[in-house]
């Protein structure tokens, strides 16, 4: 059995817009999902090709001619909330010229799995976590038995359509297939963040055990790889890849300290020459923590600080007093880690005032880097339940799945402040953020080659066209 994963574009739409000012420029990293996937596809016995439209740009036609020369007998995609419908014009396309079935899977399918049937060219859905329910999927496709009885998959027989929308989750996560990074080029890949090649992503948990309100990472349960099992998985990338930068995407790799300071030192110990980047709550960070991470050879971490108001906070579940944000952030300043902060406006209680202290706060903040967002209320999360419960919005994402005419700039909830004026203000803090003297000469002292000066430059030119819109 042969199995053909496309990463494609994922443009943004009226709802996500200004997610733009986040997305150009900042790189292109690998498509980890669809590389988890195809190592559970490997160890399941299917032979696997990933074409990643993107990372080698690729036009439709010659991706086409990439599909028909491997002949695979199935085609497999993810799908995402933000970008749903432009990422299923390429699928119509793909189904079009080659007839082939058609499986997909992600967080988004997982929610609305119904709706996203409803689109006649999307064959099956996997619904979940992929570890347990595809290599049933990949057995029952292969021998041509029936798929009754799969859980979480959902697929249609005779016109009709049949669900089953258990959610199955694999509880020790160290025996979880590895990324088949060897089906990708790995030396595409790249981020701002990044200073050398090659460049990867990885993940070390699944789930959150923070409530942050607009976050959607609450509902996988939270489960974390041992320290040795990943700890390996660097040594296996960085020997057999030549991987020497990686970005660690768990939603915060430092809520669990104690293993976070068995990671490092174990890296110390097998001394690799290799730079990395995580994510992090002010919740979960201490200044053992940091010095942990700085002997590991993190060289940068990104902060959820998300607003200098205190309400707004307590809103969002997040319980940071403004002497940690200060202490935590100079403190990883001081030992020559790079910060940045990300920071969200237009949440319930907010105004102009409020957004323009924020703006102030990340200026202030010794910060590398920072990256600003409008709400957006995303699916299973509690701002979304919120807008439902407080607004005429109903199901939204289930509607706008179903019908792409439905898509619509979500309008603020209880704030001062328009979307219109948030997405003003929001040019002003990337403007009034990255065109700073400091900032522009820091970048200029760190630079190390042509390609990062081009890195940065897109990335500049990125923040000025949307800006300005």
């Known amino acids: 059995m042969k199995v053909c994963l496309i990463f494609v574009p994922a443009e943004h739409d009226a709802t996500t817009k200004d997610w733009a000012f986040r997305d150009d420029g900042v790189g292109i990293i690998p498509p980890l999902s669809l590389l988890y996937v195809a190592g559970i596809l490997e160890k399941a016995g299917a032979e696997v090709q990933i074409i990643d439209v993107i990372a080698e740009r690729l036009s439709f036609d010659q991706a086409l001619e990439r599909v028909k020369l491997f002949a695979p007998d199935l085609l497999g995609y993810t799908l995402n ?18 007839g082939l079935p058609v499986i997909v899977g992600g967080a988004h399918v997982t929610l609305y799995p119904e709706e996203t049937m409803s689109h006649q060219a999307i064959d099956y859905v996997l619904i979940g976590e992929a570890d347990l329910p595809l290599p049933e999927f990949v057995q029952a496709f292969r021998d041509k038995t029936s798929f009754h009885g799969i859980k979480s998959l959902g697929f249609r027989e005779d ?24 089906l990708i080029r790995n030396e595409l890949y790249y981020n701002i963040l990044s200073k050398r090649g090659n460049f990867t992503a990885m993940m070390s948990t699944r789930g959150c055990p923070y409530r942050c309100t607009f976050c959607d990472q609450k509902t996988p349960p939270y489960r974390v790889r041992s320290a040795q099992n990943f700890v390996d998985e660097i040594k296996y990338i960085y020997h057999e890849f030549g991987i020497r930068e990686f970005d660690i995407y768990d939603s915060t790799f430092t809520a669990d300290r104690k293993r976070v300071i068995e990671i490092c030192d174990l890296l110390v110990k097998e001394n690799l020459d290799i730079g990395w980047t995580v994510r992090s709550t002010l919740m979960a960070i201490t200044h053992e923590v940091l010095d942990a991470l700085k002997r590991g050879g993190c060289h940068t971490i990104m902060y959820g600080v ?11 579940r997040k319980k940071i007093r403004p002497e940690v944000v200060w202490d935590r952030i100079n403190y990883t300043h001081k030992i020559g880690i790079r910060t940045l902060g990300f920071f969200m406006f237009g949440y319930p209680g907010e105004t102009k005032e409020t957004i ?20 957006v209320p995303f699916p299973d ?18 509607e706008v799945t179903k019908h792409p ?22 040019g ?5 953020f990255y065109f700073r003297p400091r900032i522009i ?18 990335a500049a030119i990125g923040i000025l066209k949307n800006s300005i819109r």
Not at 83 to 92: D, E, G, K, R, T
Not at 160 to 177: G, H, P
Not at 381 to 398: F, K
């Open 81 to 98: 909330t933000y970008s749903f419908h432009p990422i299923l014009s390429w699928i119509n396309r793909f189904k079009e010229e080659t």
């Open 356 to 375: 323009e202290d924020t703006i102030r706060l990340s200026l202030a903040l010794p910060l590398d880097y920072a990256q600003f967002t409008v709400l």
């Open 441 to 458: 000469w820091r970048r200029f002292v760190e630079m190390k080659s042509g390609d990062e000066f081009r890195r940065l430059a897109r």
């Open 381 to 398: 999360t509690e701002i979304y339940d919120y807008y439902r419960t407080h607004s005429d919005l109903g199901d939204y994402w289930s």
């Open 428 to 432: 002003k803090a990337y403007r009034k």
């Open 306 to 316: 998300e607003t200098s108001n205190q309400e707004i906070l307590k809103q969002m």
């Open 159 to 182: 016109g009709k359509l049949f669900l089953e929308t258990s959610r199955q989750v694999i509880a020790n996560i160290d025996e979880s297939a590895l990324p088949a990074r060897h």
């Open 405 to 426: 005419e439905k898509l619509r700039e979500i309008e603020l909830l209880d704030t001062k402040v328009t979307r219109a004026e948030a997405s003003e203000l929001l």
